[in-house]
């Protein structure tokens, strides 16, 4: 039996604030912003990813402090290009560090407004053999075209 994780839920203080830094600053899709008079969530998903993160304020979302949520990790073929890119919109990033110098051994972190963090490992074989394929539009999964 396969078992994916599709989902971690962010916790956070301000949900507007949060999905305009995952969308406008980190670059994660906005895949949903459901408001209604009963709640507010939203979901995002970085690019090339199977698993997004939920924003919200249901009482299952507001189990975990805002900030409480710590090293969650993401995957880039190139962390110095990643590194640059969040820098370049306005992301504080620390230093690229090199823990092991085999493929998987670089790092680099950010935290968000709520200082929930995240870490991010440079993986090469990524650029060659992503785990999710894309085609040319943007799309993933079964039944793309290429």
């Given at each position: 039996?396969?078992?994916?994780?599709?989902?971690?839920?962010?916790?956070?203080?301000?949900?507007?604030?949060?999905?305009?830094?995952?969308?406008?600053?980190?670059?994660?899709?906005?895949?949903?912003?459901?408001?209604n008079?009963?709640?507010?969530?939203?979901?995002?998903?970085?690019?090339?990813?199977?698993?997004?993160?939920?924003?919200?304020?249901?009482?299952?979302?507001?189990?975990?402090?805002?900030?409480?949520l710590?090293?969650?990790?993401?995957?880039?073929?190139?962390?110095?290009?990643?590194?640059?890119?969040?820098?370049?919109?306005?992301?504080?990033?620390?230093?690229?560090?090199?823990?092991?110098?085999?493929?998987?051994?670089?790092?680099f972190?950010?935290?968000?407004?709520?200082?929930?963090?995240?870490?991010?490992?440079?993986?090469?074989?990524?650029?060659?053999?992503?785990?999710?394929?894309?085609?040319?539009?943007?799309?993933?999964?079964?039944?793309?075209?290429?």
């Amino acid at each position: 039996m396969d078992w994916t994780l599709e989902v971690v839920i962010v916790p956070v203080s301000d949900l507007d604030a949060a999905i305009a830094f995952y969308r406008d600053q980190v670059g994660f899709t906005l895949d949903h912003d459901t408001k209604n008079e009963h709640m507010h969530v939203a979901q995002l998903t970085p690019r090339g990813s199977g698993c997004s993160i939920v924003v919200g304020d249901i009482p299952s979302q507001q189990e975990m402090a805002p900030g409480s949520l710590k090293g969650v990790q993401l995957v880039v073929a190139d962390a110095e290009a990643a590194r640059a890119e969040l820098v370049g919109r306005g992301v504080e990033c620390s230093e690229v560090q090199t823990i092991d110098p085999r493929d998987g051994g670089t790092f680099f972190g950010f935290a968000d407004p709520d200082g929930n963090t995240w870490a991010v490992q440079q993986i090469k074989a990524r650029a060659d053999k992503p785990l999710i394929p894309v085609d040319h539009r943007g799309r993933f999964g079964e039944g793309m075209e290429l």
